[in-house]
């Protein structure tokens, strides 16, 4: 498994933007690489969700509330996945979480909370 620490979170206004981050600053750079990475979400009240993925070959997927707004990108050499949030909406309010899926299994991150409030 892969420890991951995620920043980037805060308040924002509607409109807004952020950057979240997640490191893995103990892997194994091959390690880190075999793995597909992606950001999940957790409104109060609701269930996690899947955001986006990206896989070592950099194919994203995302979800339909994510299409045309968010960015997954990975930095291999930094053993880093980002998600870029662009034109924020109060129901992107969550607690955002990355993950990183590989052979032996999953591993989740804390998690960083993004508010979207005027």
């Known amino acids: 498994q892969v420890h991951l620490v995620e920043s980037g979170g805060g308040l924002v206004q509607p409109g807004g933007s952020l950057r979240l981050s997640c490191a893995a600053p103990r892997a194994i750079t091959s390690v880190f690489n075999s793995h597909t990475l992606a950001w999940y979400r957790q409104a109060p009240g609701k269930e996690r969700e899947f955001v986006a993925r990206?896989?070592?070959?950099?194919?994203?997927e995302y979800s339909d509330s994510a299409k045309g707004r968010f960015t997954i990108s990975r930095d291999n050499s930094r053993k880093r996945v980002y998600l870029q949030l662009n034109s924020l909406i109060p129901e992107d309010t969550a607690v955002y979480y990355c993950?990183?899926?590989?052979?032996?299994?999953?591993?989740w991150g804390q998690g960083t909370q993004v508010t979207v409030s005027a």
């Open positions: 993950n990183a899926d590989g052979p032996r299994g999953a591993s």
């Open positions: 990206i896989s070592n070959g950099k194919n994203a």
